[in-house]
């Protein structure tokens, strides 16, 4: 149990039978206390069980749906004029993904650390212990990048957003359906 420091001066106990009594008394308390917040925490858990099962189902429709979209977006890319296009109910589109994959033998690690020293690259290097800094790495130009051992693949990435603002007054929901 924790320790509890009284924040007001109440009448004083008069025996150590008194304060016997008072902590009996305490203990009580929290129990109920306990009690209570246990019965609250199962009243949670359930309902964020009947969430998740009534989540379920939607959660699969919008993955369907965004696979959906994708595939389409991709056969009809070329009919695009932008990267992005912005239907009535969202936005999908596409952008430029840079990943930088690092070897994993430390060795090589080091090397890359020491040719970005000589380059004077210092911002790309963590220190203790010196790591390279991937996001002031992207900052440079990906031939330089890849001279220096660092691995970089450039892909456009596929997303999607809804307008929420443009969606019309959310319907009315019965067990978990539309």
């Given at each position: 149990?924790?320790?509890?420091?009284?924040?007001?001066?109440?009448?004083?106990?008069?025996?150590?039978?008194?304060?016997?009594?008072?902590?009996?008394?305490?203990a009580?308390?929290?129990?109920?206390?306990?009690?209570?917040?246990?019965?609250?925490?199962?009243?949670?858990?359930?309902?964020?069980?009947?969430a998740?099962?009534?989540?379920?189902?939607?959660?699969?429709?919008?993955?369907?749906?965004?696979?959906?979209?994708?595939?389409?977006?991709?056969?009809?890319?070329?009919?695009?004029?932008?990267?992005?296009k912005?239907?009535?109910?969202?936005?999908?589109?596409?952008?430029?993904?840079?990943?930088?994959?690092?070897p994993?033998?430390p060795?090589?690690?080091?090397?890359?650390?020491?040719?970005?020293?000589?380059?004077?690259?210092?911002?790309?290097?963590?220190?203790?212990?010196?790591k390279?800094?991937?996001?002031?790495?992207?900052?440079h130009?990906?031939?330089?990048?890849?001279?220096?051992?660092?691995?970089?693949?450039?892909?456009?990435?596929?997303?999607?957003?809804?307008?929420?603002?443009?969606?019309?007054?959310?319907?009315?929901?019965q067990?978990?359906?539309i």
């Open positions: 149990m924790a320790r509890i420091k009284p924040k007001d001066k109440l009448p004083q106990l008069q025996s150590w039978d008194d304060v016997d009594l008072a902590l009996c008394e305490i009580e308390h929290m129990r109920v206390t306990e009690s209570i917040q246990h019965k609250m925490q199962q009243v949670i858990d359930d309902a964020k069980l009947q998740k099962d009534a989540c379920n189902p939607h959660a699969a429709a919008i993955d369907a749906l965004s696979r959906q979209i994708k595939e389409y977006a991709e056969r009809n890319r070329d009919s695009l004029k932008k990267k992005t912005p239907p009535v109910f969202g936005n999908i589109g596409w952008r430029k993904s840079t990943k930088l994959t690092l994993r033998d060795g090589k690690v080091a090397d890359i650390v020491r040719l970005l020293r000589a380059l004077g690259w210092n911002d790309c290097i963590k220190v203790e212990p010196p390279v800094n991937r996001e002031a790495l992207r900052t130009p990906i031939e330089d990048i890849i001279k220096v051992g660092v691995d970089v693949s450039v892909t456009d990435e596929f997303w999607l957003e809804v307008k929420k603002d443009a969606i019309p007054a959310e319907p009315e929901v067990d978990g359906r």
